[in-house]
């Protein structure tokens, strides 16, 4: 009798160990998903270090140096790309934000950009520099805006907002963007950007006239 | 020595057993934290029902009824909320979300809204229609754009993304919101929508020319 309360106990005190030992375990593992905020306007910080890692204090500017602001941390997710970038952004001008999307080209990293048709021709559009390095870029189709602005970073990674990739947006107005690894999230938006992009194929529109610029419909609505 | 063994089986099926049965629980329970993506433009569908759930069948309008689209869920959502609402948007005209706020407020739901000073005062915005009903209304402080897009729902529900409480967002744009309620995420908005209603209480800028409408910087920035 005295053996079997000893044995119950046992398994009891074991099924809670494991119990413990698995939820500390899934505390400590490095997989855990990310969720993070961010808020802008952003503070002012030199970022030249995200660019050259193996030279960080090589940068004379007068900016403060070595200091974490929103729009770093915003550099830091899109530079972690290894693999690949859909982009899907209305407005983009932010040339810091341009030149980390050339690096990721330039190691390899698979980018998509879609963007809005009449804010990809206006003056300090980016859109022009990405085409030329041979960034494959489509635009919304049709007389609507494509007012997005997120972007997924190796099939893994959700950066979401109101924040358009512009430098007023990043140092003047009042924008969040919110950064998850939460796949009911991500999964979506993966999926949604593969419809665009399916969509916005101008192979699909070469005989029609959707294409067209629509001049009147300039900033109707924000 | 065959003893050992049997116990031995049985401590391990019982903590298997017991980690099976806490997941089977965990996936069970309806505190469950709710995440959603919703992609406009939206399908267009009557909203009548959810105005007036009692009587479902009442509306003689010519849209389809009973469709679940993106804009129903949106409204779904907004008007899921029993204690408070904090609402922080750049541009607020569409008439289905303003009856929902005003359905809101007269239930005694407490409601706060932040939202773009030049943009409030455009033609079919509906800011003024909520101020006039004693909704508490605060405008971004400053020439810089109050460009967020988001509310929190009991505190406890986020609502964020690229889309603008307006006709066109809803209708015509392509666009996203993300609801969720995971609190690592709604935490951070919780705390800086305080922030901005206090920064943009009017008594802090009775003597300054802070809150004059800079109207050379209109349609700055999307």
Redesign the interface.
């Known amino acids: 009798m005295w053996s079997v309360k000893v044995?119950g106990l046992?398994?009891v005190a074991?099924?809670l160990s494991?119990?413990l030992l698995?939820r500390f375990l899934r505390r400590l593992r490095p997989g855990r998903i990310l969720?993070?905020?961010l808020?802008f306007?952003s503070d002012l910080a030199c970022v030249e270090h995200l660019f050259s890692p193996s030279s960080p204090r090589s940068c004379l500017c007068s900016l403060p140096h070595g200091v974490e602001t929103s729009f770093s941390r915003l550099l830091r997710h899109i530079l972690s790309a290894t693999s690949s970038l859909d982009l899907c952004v209305?407005?983009f001008s932010n040339m810091d934000l341009c030149r980390a999307i050339l690096a990721l080209h330039s190691k390899g990293v698979i980018i998509r950009v879609v963007t809005d048709k009449d804010?990809a021709a206006i003056t300090g559009s980016q859109i022009g520099i990405l085409r030329k390095s041979g960034i494959c870029v489509r635009c919304?189709v049709g007389s609507?805006?494509?007012?997005?602005?997120?972007v997924v970073v190796d099939h893994r990674l959700l950066v979401?907002?109101?924040?358009?990739w512009?430098l007023?947006?990043v140092q003047?107005?009042?924008?969040?963007i919110?950064i998850?690894e939460?796949p009911?999230?991500v999964q979506?938006?993966i999926k949604?950007f593969h419809r665009?992009w399916v969509h916005s194929d101008p192979a699909r529109y070469l005989h029609s006239s959707d294409q067209k610029p629509a001049q009147s419909e300039l900033?109707?609505?924000?």
Chains 1, 2 share one sequence.
């Open positions: 044995v046992g398994v074991l099924s494991l119990e698995v969720n993070e905020v808020f306007p209305f407005a804010y919304g609507v805006y494509m007012h997005h602005k997120f979401t907002g109101s924040l358009n512009t007023t947006a003047s107005n009042m924008e969040n919110l998850t939460e009911q999230l979506p938006f949604e665009l900033r109707r609505e924000l």
